[in-house]
């Protein structure tokens, strides 16, 4: 195996090299997040990392400093999307930040400006001590949040921002990591400490417990900070740190669905061993891999990073699970405490309490090829049957019925739901067809025989499909060079006021027109909702609103609030993506307004010289 390890010295958490908790690297590979000590969130640009990981200055590898958390930050994850971030810290509270106008300034106490502003879109508070771990479900319409409190929170981010979370009550002791399920009908919470040591999973469907796991913990120590678990990318195996079997520190791989529903606990099918201190985190492959048999065939496989108090980092593969594939020491000077897969399923990063990180590139001879989408569909279905393939993919089964009371559970529920609401899957009502809808593409304006105006609003078209990626950004933009490549994107001596517009594709900036979490107008609390669920669809964080509350009203809120030309320009440009008649009329701000108030006043005072006239000539009003 040849893999090759990048440990850029100069990606730190000040100069005292303060410990990293957290680090986790974006959906297209582009950027790393790093969560620290220090009370900080940094972004850095992952292809200035590979290009020159010693060089101290160059301009173009802090991409942002982020100081929103008053305490040290324990954890960093990127949203599905790659628009969102979520943060949580010692000071209680999650965060949603969203990536902002690109408006050039000096963060306090930072040499840098930052390149990118990541604005605070909500502020999440329930837990009332550390906020140890936060992880996106696989649709990102939920956030999910454990602490030293005990306890768990599933925040719903498609519903108001002061709607309630559902909170898990089934630790006796701190909560230090979950994780959710990739087919999406698990979450899987770990803790320590207390009266009990146990791995807890969670159905989505009704948010009760499916089975409680202690026997390969009851002996391990508690003395881990973190609990990084990890579910395979076929959703067959829970990775699980800081387990004790055989009187060695190991990870154990529990089974999925062999002994749940009835008290019993998942099997355990396999123990990583070889950690001689206990392993804290874990982290598998999200992409499934094609690797040779022992016959010379092909096989579907999963790898899976472990770390852990000993510094020390290995490789496993699920068909082999007896050894690992790659064992590297003495990368660390402290112990590992956070490890993430990015990329297209070849990078590999880790961190360290103290205070670097490393970046490990593999290659497909090393760890087996990418399956395709084709190939990946096909092994889920064989796994979990037609249902998979009638959910339309990963990250949306929760709704599927997995045995008989599931099915009458989720019958009676829609049942219900479509009686009380009175609306169908067509959004038309119970019984009734949908209704076609005329498209104009401009405002039509006639005159009637006594010179009254007669306006009939323009008609945008359907909103494109649910979970279509944002459109580029107008700005042009220099591609950065992949990794290994000789050249480099150019860049100016002198600093520009926008200069990441030069660093990142265009796919990977978002306008922040296109983010599905708004700020809040004045006088609101932080943080606004997201738009609800349409009839019979998953919404994605990915994708604009599609209901009254999605762009049409973020153009009416940036002209009615008079942010700046900036913002009102961005929300008009989402506005013009707002289906139905609601987005023109809601689209129109102040502007539509002030018009109906002047056509008031010409029409009364028409009136009053119209009244006035037939006084004087003696007639009647007709």
Known sequence: MSAAIYKPMYVSHGAEQS??????????????????????????????????????????????????????????????????????????????????????????????????????????????????????????????????????????????????????????????????????????????????KAVVVWRVRDWK????????????????????LSWSPDGQNLATPNAFVQNRFSCALLERGTGGGAGGEWATTAVLMGSVEPVVAASFNPKLLKTRAKGGGVQVDACCAVGGSDCALTIWRSSQAGKPILVVNELFRKQIVDITWGGKGHTLALCSLDGSVAILEFSPDDIGSIASEAETTAELRRLYGEAYAAGGGGGGLSHLPEDAQQFNYVQEKASTQSKSNGIGANGAPNGAPAQATTIRKSQEETKTANGKRRIKPQVMPDAPQLGAPPPPPTSSTVPLAPPGASQVAPHSPQRQPNPASSILPPSTVAAPATSVLPNPPPGQPTGAPLPSSAVGASVSLEAPGAGGGGPAAAASSAAATGEGSVAAAAASASAAAAPGVGGAVHGGGDKAKAAGAAGGDKGQESKKRKIQAVKEGGGKEK
């Open 19 to 196: 410990a990293i908790f957290s680090l986790h690297v974006s959906p297209d590979g582009h950027r790393l997040a790093t969560a620290g000590q220090d009370c900080k969130v940094r972004v850095w640009n992952m292809e200035t990392i590979y290009r020159d990981q010693d060089m101290p200055n160059d301009p173009d590898l802090l991409l942002s400093t982020i100081s929103h958390h008053t305490a040290a930050v324990n954890c960093v994850r990127w949203s599905p999307c790659g628009s969102f971030l979520a943060t949580c810290s010692d000071d209680c509270t999650v965060l949603v930040l969203r990536l902002g106008a690109q408006l050039s300034y000096v963060p306090l106490g930072e040499k840098e400006a930052n390149k990118e502003n990541w604005d605070l879109s909500r502020i999440l508070r329930r837990h009332v001590k550390d906020v140890m771990h936060v992880e996106w479900s696989p649709d990102g319409q939920r956030l999910a949040s454990c602490g030293m409190d005990g306890k768990v929170f599933v925040w719903m981010l498609n519903l108001q921002a002061d709607a309630p979370p559902v909170e898990l009550l089934g630790h006796n002791g701190m909560v230090k990591g979950l994780a959710w399920d990739p087919v999406g009908k698990y979450l899987a919470t770990q803790g320590d400490g207390g009266e009990e």
């Open 209 to 228: 417990m499916e089975v409680k796991t202690q026997k390969p913990f009851m002996a391990a120590p508690d003395e881990t900070m973190f609990l990084r």
